[in-house]
Every structure is written in structure tokens, then in C-alpha cells.
């Protein structure tokens, strides 16, 4: 069997569904910056600084303290772990990658010693996330199973059979009753949903995750430097994204006393999903330095909304065993649609005091309002996001970031350290209390001459987070992330 489902079924269908669209709107807005070894060794903390091309991703004006012109190559590694808690069950994962975080080239022209002194522009590719992740976890239950979740879907919305049979309840509720996990009874002449399992002695829950991508930035930036004192920036910015995930979720249901070859008796469930997005957005963003004295810089910058086209494809397929022998396979459910997604606005501002020609020390303030994320329609299409709307203005809030960073000379030698700490993008009022908090620590170092550089950062960033697996679990599962990054640029300048 395999089908296109109408796009509206599949939105009233499944809760999980428009649960779903605060994790889409937060995952394609909270960047994690990455670019070259010297930004991220100073914790992409850099807004008041400038004078790097990375820097320029945070504020454009970063282009205008430019006076030579310059081309970055920088190339990484990120070894991604995770270790998930489940109704007391451990479980580890990692995933490797390599990556090319950033390319530059940054072009820089003197201009009048009177006034405008230099222009500067700059052409780079940023990438701005890294989605390579990877997860297990198992636990133990007496009943709580994800066709759970199913049912109440079916009777909240007083389903009727013909509809089930076909497929008016996608990804999930109509396969489960195509492979003979959920039944009907009537209860007071009233139609009712009962999962079709009984006398379960445990229920083993499983699932592995695994996604990959990444999202991009293409930066064309231009700025100019006033008097040695002021140095204002542009930048017009086209995102560009790549995602994919698979999710399998097994149970295995098990009897005392086992179950036996003559009886009907369930006792395994598989379901497998797959997700895929494609898409595309602009954003732009402006930003100023100022030199209050000869150690004393101060930054500002907005980054406005960055619009974006999607494109996703969702593939849902479950399959189920009896102790009788017999299997059952609902076959692939198949959806692809459009949307669009506006991301908030990001607004920064940054302190920086330079010690002389031996060092910098930078801090930078970041705010974000994740639960202005808007999702909408494509042209022409007459579907209503309101309700997913509602749940990103009622799951997500907003976050206060902040980075800090700092280098000294010991040339030709430089030593770098930075700290970076992202505040949780969720809502205090949700009842399985999320806190995606993330902090992440970096160092590095480099060899520097008047012609070239050679850096090197490595960073360790860390998140906890809470994920509720399915709506009717009797417990979250907890999840730590780990992300190991060493990055390595080299530059030269002319």
C-alpha cells in the first residue's frame, strides 16, 4: 500500500503531529554558530571586536574594521554523544562528522583619510547548525504503549471505521488498526478504541533516532570605517537547509505465562518513520561598532526575521507479529507538503577593551523571542496554522544568551578561550518542564605573521534535555548531549 495523504488529514489526524511544530520552528531558529578556529575558541564572542570574518555572522559591521583584505578556509570535526534515561534504563550513543564550518574572502579598499577611511565587503559561507545526532533508549512498562496514544486519537475524535480503514487517520491510528493493534467494542451502544493487546505481563519499549544535515548561511556583506572611530555594516543572507531523521520505535510485549503458538496474542509492534526537509530562506541584518577610547569598543546589531520556504517528505510504516505466527504491515504512508516558516528577530549588543597590541577581551548579549516563530502557508494554499502557531507561542519563550571570549599575544603566538551560554528557549509552564540550557566551553590557538595565520579551536558544548517520548508514557525520558568539535583555519591576508 502506498499513498499521498491530503494535507489537511494529516494535520487534524495526530496530535504528535502539531506537537511537532514548536520542535520544527526552535530547530531552524536557534542557531549554533560555528565558522573559523579563532571564533570559536573565543565563543563566537566578537561583536564589539570585528576585524574576523566570522565575526561578521553576529555583526555586519565586523566587515568595516577590516584594513587588508583576507581569505579563510576553515575545516572539522564533531563527534556528537548521548546518553538517555529512561524509567531508570541507560542507554549511550555518538555520531562522527566532518565538516567545512566556513570559507571567506573578504575584500578591503582605503577610501578618504578624512572621512570615510576604508570599505570593506565580504562573500562567506557559515555553517550556523549541525543536526548529526544519534540516541537510544529502552525501558519497561506494564501498559504504556504508544498505540495508546493512537486510541484516544480515535475516540476523541469519534472516528468511525470506514474512515480508519481508509487511511482518514495517517501516521499512526490507521496503520495500527491495519496491523491488528487496535480493536472496538461498544460500550452503552457507544463505538469505543481498545488497543488489541490483554494480559501482558511487560511491555519493552525501544527507539533509536538518527538525524543528519546541517543548515547554512551564505553571507554578502559590505561596511565602512568612519574616522577610525565608527565602523557600520550590512549583510544580506540567504540559509539554506538539510535535514533528514529517521525514528524506529519497537515493543515487545511479553507473558506469564508466554504465550503460546495457538493463542492470537501480540507480541511485537515496530513503526518507522522518516523525515526529510529541504529549504531556503533570506534574512538581513545590520550592525554598528563605535570606539568610545583607544580600549573601549562597544557593538550593536538586529537580524531580522529570516524567511524560509520548506519542502518536507514524512514516510510512516508499522509492522506487527502474533504468537500465532502471523505478521501484519500497514506498508508506507506517504505525505509531502509545503510551508513556510519566519524565524524571530535576533538583537545583540557587545562590550569589547583591547589591551593594546597584546590582547582583546569581548563579551556579547543576545536575545531571542523563539515564541515569535510563525509558520504559514504557501501560496495559494488554504491550509491554517493557527493551531500550530498557538503551541509555539505556548511551548517556546524567550532566551537570553551570552558569549564571552578573549585572546593574548605571545607572537608570532596566540592563546584563545572563550564561554558561551545559551538560556532555555521553553516555556516555565509546561508540565514536563524542559530545559534546554546550553553551555559550551572553547580554547584554541594559533601562529599568526603579518601574511597568514594558522588557528586551531577545540570546544566542548553540553545540554540537558527532557523529552516526553510519547503523550500517554508514564515517564520522560531524560536526554544528556555532548558535542566534542575540533576546527582548524587557515588564513592569509594581503
Known amino acids: 500500500m502506498k499513498q499521498i495523504i491530503i494535507l489537511l488529514a494529516l494535520a487534524f489526524t495526530s496530535q504528535n503531529l502539531l506537537s511537532q511544530n514548536s520542535i520544527d520552528a526552535l530547530r531552524y531558529s536557534r542557531l549554533d554558530y560555528s565558522g573559523t578556529a579563532r ?3 573565543m565563543g563566537g564572542s566578537f561583536g564589539a571586536l570585528g576585524g574576523e570574518i566570522s565575526a ?3 555583526n555586519p559591521a565586523a566587515v568595516g574594521v577590516y584594513r587588508n583584505s583576507e581569505f579563510t578556509f576553515s575545516t572539522g570535526f564533531v563527534d556528537y554523544g548521548s546518553e538517555t534515561n529512561f524509567r531508570g534504563n541507560l542507554r549511550s550513543d555518538n555520531k562522527f562528522n566532518f565538516n567545512i564550518p566556513n570559507i571567506g574572502y573578504v575584500g578591503s579598499y582605503k577610501g578618504d583619510p578624512n572621512g570615510w577611511k576604508n570599505y570593506s565587503f565580504s562573500i562567506q559561507y557559515n555553517r550556523t547548525n549541525n543536526f548529526n545526532k544519534s540516541s537510544r533508549l529502552s525501558g519497561n512498562s506494564q501498559d504504556g504503549s504508544v498505540i495508546n496514544d493512537y486510541v484516544n486519537i480515535l475516540n476523541n475524535n469519534a472516528a468511525t471505521v470506514s474512515d480508519v480503514e481508509a487511511f482518514a487517520y495517517p501516521f499512526g491510528p490507521s496503520e495500527a488498526w491495519e496491523t491488528i493493534l487496535i480493536d472496538t467494542i461498544r460500550q452503552n451502544g457507544v463505538l469505543e478504541y481498545v488497543p488489541f493487546f490483554f494480559f501482558q505481563d511487560n511491555i519493552q519499549q525501544r527507539r533509536r533516532k538518527e538525524s543528519s544535515g546541517s543548515q547554512s548561511e551564505t553571507t554578502f556583506s559590505f561596511g565602512g570605517n568612519y574616522q577610525d572611530r565608527l565602523y557600520l555594516g550590512g549583510s544580506i543572507n540567504f540559509q539554506r537547509i538539510v535535514f533528514e531523521q529517521s525514528t524506529i520505535i ?3 510485549y511479553t507473558y506469564d505465562p508466554p504465550a503460546e503458538e495457538s493463542e492470537f496474542l501480540v507480541t511485537d509492534y515496530q513503526e518507522i518513520t522518516t523525515l526529510q526537509t529541504r529549504g531556503s530562506g533570506v ?3 545590520i550592525g554598528a561598532i563605535y570606539r568610545v577610547t583607544d580600549a573601549v569598543r562597544v557593538g550593536a546589531s538586529i537580524h531580522s526575521p529570516t524567511f524560509f520556504g520548506l519542502n518536507e517528505e514524512f514516510i510512516f510504516e508499522s509492522n506487527s507479529k502474533f504468537s500465532d505466527g502471523r505478521s501484519f504491515d500497514s506498508g508506507e504512508t506517504i505525505t509531502n507538503f509545503g510551508y513556510r516558516l519566519r524565524t524571530p528577530t535576533r538583537y545583540s549588543a557587545s562590550l569589547a577593551y583591547l589591551f593594546q ?7 556579547d548579549y543576545e536575545f531571542i523571542n523563539y515564541s515569535s516563530a510563525r509558520l504559514n502557508n504557501r501560496r ?3 491550509f491554517d496554522f493557527s493551531n500550530g502557531n498557538n503551541d509555539i507561542s505556548n511551548t517556546l519563550n524567550g532566551a537570553h544568551n551570552i558569549r564571552v571570549g578573549g585572546e593574548y599575544n605571545f607572537l608570532p603566538f596566540v592563546v584563545r578561550a572563550g564561554y558561551r551560554y545559551e538560556g532555555n528557549p521553553f516555556s516555565t509552564n509546561l508540565t514536563f518542564n524542559p530545559d534546554g540550557t546550553r553551555t559550551t566551553y572553547s580554547i584554541g590557538g594559533g601562529l599568526k605573521s603579518r601574511n597568514y595565520n594558522f588557528d586551531v579551536a ?15 508514557a508514564d515517564a520522560p525520558v531524560n536526554i544528556s548531549e555532548a558535542f566534542h568539535s575540533l576546527i582548524m583555519t587557515i588564513g592569509w591576508r594581503w
Open 250 to 252: 519497537d515493543e515487545r
Open 380 to 382: 495559494n494554499d488554504q
Open 39 to 41: 571564533f570559536n575558541a
Open 56 to 58: 561578521i555572522t553576529i
Open 458 to 472: 577545540y570546544f566542548f558544548s553540553t545540554m540537558d534535555l527532557v523529552d516526553p517520548f510519547h503523550q500517554t
Open 357 to 363: 597590541q597584546k590582547g582583546a577581551l569581548n563579551i
Open 283 to 285: 534574512n538581513f541584518k
